[in-house]
């Protein structure tokens, strides 16, 4: 079987969400499937991606600048991507894109949807990413598709409900966490916390609701004498979030808040061993995969009550209402000065994130590429 992969999304120098799942996937596949024929096309000058070597592994650049790449796609319906790469029995993207096919074309298609915040909450989407999206047209597009691989339960039920396509149509496949993590600091997890700072990993935009974790956090100092807590903000700058530097430069406390910015996977790796509390509490997630990469590292987690956050977590961590900041703070407050109810979290969040594997990920994609085969 000879199987074709847009790997498109890992033309960015910053990996986030979308990036790491194709990374993490692909690299899995290959590992799991010798079998198969894959061609993995982009098309980049630039690419990060560090082409590893596999005998049943091809890789297509085709030297066109994505932007018109996906505007020849999207007027012209060209180029045909059977005539770059030669024919194919499946087509697999991770995310939504730009994809023209000839009308001849007999393989089976299958896409990725991570989730459909840009249809729920478009205000936190800039007007560019939003005219992106209906230029791509996803109702329609999945209609096209012969099946939609989701990361949540929650997510495959938004697609049901808001695009009114037939369940059976929809795989769900959850994504993972670096196993590596757990073994190389499992002795850091029964020695006493080393460091005393809240920590929140994400891109930082509006829709992960950084502004109430810097509320709370604020509330949280008022009212107890914590002098040596401190808060840590990491991620790449999303849209929009000009607001969220003004605020921390006008906090009262902004001498114990570091915003980090886009971090490199080793810097993660340190931020997360040494942190106290996790915390999490976006509007809207497809999975929110930080939140299991926290637990591995038997870090506690505070996050929201919404999308599939309670899904994926059940009831290893402290849900809030990321709505009301006065339920962050006290959520904050509770885990940081009761031990017995740290403890609890801690080996809750351990617990649970041993349920993701990016193995698993690999081999539940590859049963849906065989069932359409």
């Not at 007027?75 to 894109?97: H, Q, S, T, W, Y």
């Not at 089976?108 to 909450?121: P, Y």
């Not at 949540?152 to 196993?179: A, C, H, Q, W």
């Not at 956090?217 to 849209?239: P, R, S, T, Y």
Request: with cysteine; charged share 25%; glycine share 4%.
């Amino acid at each position: 079987m000879k199987i074709c992969i847009d790997i498109r999304t890992l033309i960015d120098k910053q990996y986030s969400g979308i990036g790491i799942y194709t990374l993490n996937l692909i690299s899995n596949l290959f590992e799991i499937d010798k079998t198969n024929e894959y061609k993995l096309f982009y098309n980049s000058s630039n690419f990060r991606f560090i082409k590893k070597y596999y005998p049943n592994v091809k890789y297509y650049d085709f030297h066109i600048p994505n932007k018109i790449f996906n505007f020849l796609n999207f007027v012209f319906k060209r180029p045909k991507l059977e005539n770059l790469i030669g024919e194919f029995d499946i087509f697999f993207a991770p995310n939504l894109n730009f994809f023209s096919f000839s009308k001849n074309n007999k393989s089976k298609k299958i896409i990725t949807i991570h989730d459909l915040s840009f249809e729920f909450f478009p205000d936190f989407y800039s007007k560019k990413s939003l005219l992106w999206h209906k230029f791509i047209n996803p109702r329609k597009l999945l209609n096209k598709f012969d099946h939609i691989i989701t990361v949540s339960e929650n997510t495959k039920n938004d697609i049901i409900n808001f695009y009114n396509i037939d369940p059976e149509k929809i795989s769900v496949t959850y994504l993972g966490v670096d196993r590596k993590n757990e073994g190389k600091y499992k002795e850091m997890r029964k020695n006493e916390r080393s460091n005393n700072y809240l920590l929140y990993i994400g891109t930082i935009e509006p829709r992960k609701n950084i502004e109430g974790i810097i509320q709370a956090f604020e509330d949280l100092c008022l009212e107890n004498d914590i002098k040596d807590l401190e808060l840590i903000i990491a991620g790449k700058n999303g849209w929009n979030n000009k607001y969220i530097y003004k605020i921390l430069e006008n906090s009262k406390f902004k001498e114990k808040i570091k915003i980090l910015n886009y971090v490199t996977e080793e810097e993660k790796i340190d931020l997360y061993k040494n942190a106290k509390i996790f915390l999490f509490p976006s509007f809207y997630e497809g999975f929110g995969m930080p939140v299991i990469e926290a637990q591995s590292f038997g870090i506690p987690v505070i996050t929201s009550n919404n999308s599939s956050l309670t899904e994926i977590i059940k009831e290893s961590a402290i849900c809030i209402n990321p709505y009301n900041i006065n339920d962050i703070k006290e959520a904050i407050k509770n885990l940081y000065f009761d031990n017995d109810l740290y403890e609890y979290y801690r080996n809750l969040s351990i617990e649970n994130a041993k349920n993701f594997t990016w193995a698993n990920t690999a081999i539940q994609t590859l049963e849906v590429f065989k069932k359409l085969k």
